[in-house]
């Protein structure tokens, strides 16, 4: 079973248009990352945000975290057909030693031109 | 680029029978991880090794599953008497020890029929 949930499960929007996607989770943790994947392919890291920080940018991507609410937020800037794909949170488990992710059920980004 | 690879990357059995996947990591990196996706879902843990050590196996792990990692590099999941329950995309990836980041291969799609 999964950690948490991301919200929306769908998302459809114009280029040049920002996207958010949301992610809760339930147990305390030790850092949150956000991955995407392509239709069919394999996952790749986008950012990770620790649980002692609030925000983080990486170009056109803003992650925020609240570890009082147990959640955290994907922001995509300018959005481009490019981005089109499926955006996964995970999280890794405050006493995790190992480092597995715990994945969310993904958000499906479609970008139109 | 020497990124992880995984092989094969579909695989078409019928119920029943037994299958083999193959994931070679990173060439430094000595954590390896097994994850499964079944359709429209984030991917689950299944386990993880650390050199030749599997430290960590989810209850996903039936005892038709198993996985090795005999040289602390290349590592197979073979799955016995598969059901068609088992059908999904299995992903490897890796880390080095101590970082959170995942490095995520193409996966293996399997199909039981």
């Known amino acids: 079973s999964q950690q948490g949930e991301e919200d929306p499960q769908a998302l459809s929007i114009q280029e040049g248009e920002n996207a958010t996607t949301n992610c809760s989770y339930k147990?305390?943790?030790?850092?949150l990352q956000w991955y995407r994947q392509n239709s069919g392919r394999g996952l790749v890291h986008l950012i990770l945000?620790?649980?002692?920080?609030r925000e983080k940018h990486s170009g056109r991507l803003r992650v925020t975290l609240d570890t009082s609410k147990k959640s955290s937020s994907l922001l995509i800037t300018a959005s481009r057909a490019a981005d089109t794909a499926s955006y996964f949170c995970?999280?890794?488990?405050?006493?995790?030693?190992?480092?597995?992710?715990?994945f969310g059920q993904g958000t499906e980004l479609s970008v139109k031109p | 680029d020497t990124g992880v690879s995984q092989n094969p990357r579909h695989k078409i059995t019928k119920r029943g029978q037994n299958v083999t996947f193959r994931c070679d990591p990173i060439?430094?990196?000595?954590?390896l991880y097994w994850y499964r996706q079944t359709l429209g879902q984030g991917p689950e843990f299944l386990t993880y090794?650390?050199?030749?050590?599997?430290?960590?196996k989810s209850r996903l792990l039936s005892d038709r599953f198993s996985a090795e990692r005999p040289k602390g590099s290349f590592s197979t999941l073979e799955i016995q008497r598969t059901e068609q329950g088992d059908s999904a995309m299995y992903l490897c990836?890796?880390?080095?020890?101590?970082?959170?980041?995942?490095?995520f291969g193409p996966g293996t799609r399997l199909t039981v029929l």
């Open positions: 147990t305390s943790i030790n850092n």
């Open positions: 090794f650390q050199n030749e050590a599997q430290l960590e």
């Open positions: 945000i620790r649980s002692n920080e």
């Open positions: 990836a890796s880390s080095p020890a101590g970082a959170d980041t995942q490095y």
């Open positions: 060439s430094e990196h000595n954590r």
């Open positions: 995970a999280t890794v488990g405050l006493y995790n030693q190992g480092g597995k992710l715990i």
